[in-house]
């Protein structure tokens, strides 16, 4: 089966720029996950999809980053504007249901100039 | 206190060594747990999954849940340098709001 894919794989803009991120979760997958990663520390949830609905979104910054997953299936995470301390690797992950384990794409990594 | 324990190490080893990895947590509503890999500029890959206690055994890789001490493993016998990547613990549960908590991941150097 085709795994998780994520793009662009890297990107690098300028503070206050905005930038977003693609997931396409494994086909059947109901639940989708966005988390960010820095370096030496495992990935933190920003938010977490039931189909099309966002069941949990406490950690996502709201005035500044959103996201959609139109149709429950691909999901856009968005940040604008971008700030230096967002500078990190932000992976999607997917699974059949709630509690069942995860399985990641690549990430994006992103570097804020 | 953080939901999940994990030492960074890094961890060095000869090749052929048995390799012990370590989580430990406070939540005991927690019954999923899961180990995953991560190799450099990869995303997490799933090794393992288990539910409550007791040991599960794939190939070269065990896993242990111990919930009476809050306490997980991940043991790899016969370590090869393909092995040589970030091992990250996570678990969640019905009664957490099925989020998942990971660990910080342990650093794995496996010495040919």
């Known amino acids: 089966e085709a795994g998780v894919v994520q793009s662009p794989r890297y990107k690098i803009i300028e503070k206050k720029q905005p930038v977003a991120f693609w997931c396409n979760p494994i086909s059947g997958h109901n639940t989708l996950y966005w988390y960010r990663q820095n370096l030496g520390q495992g990935p933190e949830l920003l938010i977490r999809y039931e189909n099309e609905e966002a069941v949990d979104d406490s950690q996502l910054p709201k005035d500044r980053f959103s996201a959609e997953r139109l149709k429950g299936v691909d999901s856009t995470l968005k940040i604008q504007p971008a700030e230096l301390g967002d500078s990190a690797v932000y992976l999607c992950?997917?699974?059949?249901?709630?509690?069942?384990?995860?399985?990641f794409g690549d990430g994006t990594r992103l570097s804020i100039l | 206190q953080k939901e999940v324990e994990q030492d960074p190490g890094p961890l060095s080893v000869p090749e052929g060594a048995i390799v012990s990895l370590n989580c430990t947590y406070s939540?005991?509503?927690?019954?999923?747990f899961m180990w995953y890999r991560q190799y450099s500029r990869k995303g997490p890959e799933l090794l393992m999954y288990?539910?409550?206690?007791g040991n599960k055994e794939d190939g070269r890789f065990t896993a242990q849940v111990d919930k009476s001490s809050k306490y997980i493993s991940l043991f790899i016998r016969d370590s090869q340098p393909s092995d040589s990547a970030t091992y990250l613990c996570?678990?969640?549960?019905?009664?957490?709001?099925?989020?998942?908590?990971f660990g910080t991941g342990t650093s794995l150097t496996v010495i040919p």
């Open positions: 288990t539910y409550s206690s």
């Open positions: 939540n005991s509503a927690f019954q999923y």
């Open positions: 996570a678990m969640s549960g019905t009664n957490t709001g099925n989020q998942f908590y």
């Open positions: 992950a997917s699974s059949f249901s709630s509690n069942q384990p995860q399985h």
